[in-house]
């Protein structure tokens, strides 16, 4: 298996459960650099596999949804979140609620 960035970032974002989310520096962080968040959205962005790779469960620090939203926009991904249970409001996820605690 390749250990590339980006692999190790697709990884971690799939351990994500459904009904979570985690932030772009979480992710950053558990691929190996919690410098990377940068990184993270631009891996994001280009997902190979989004019904695989569930990139709708990322969000900022602050918990916003992403605005460029890569697959429909963010309504795409308030509503594939909703779909899971997680509550948006105003385009921002309670990360008190909904984080997910690796």
Request: net charge positive.
């Amino acid at each position: 298996m390749s250990d590339n960035m980006y692999d190790r970032i697709y990884r971690a974002v799939r351990s994500v459960p459904a009904g979570k989310v985690a932030t772009y520096g979480q992710i950053a962080s558990m691929a190996g650099n919690g410098n990377a968040a940068r990184v993270v959205g631009n891996a994001l962005h280009v997902n190979p596999a989004p019904g695989v790779i569930p990139c709708h469960r990322i969000v900022n620090s602050k918990g916003r949804l992403a605005p460029e939203f890569a697959f429909g926009g963010v309504s795409e991904q308030a509503r594939l979140l909703r779909a899971e249970g997680v509550e948006v409001t105003d385009n921002c996820v309670d990360l008190k609620k909904y984080q997910f605690r690796n």
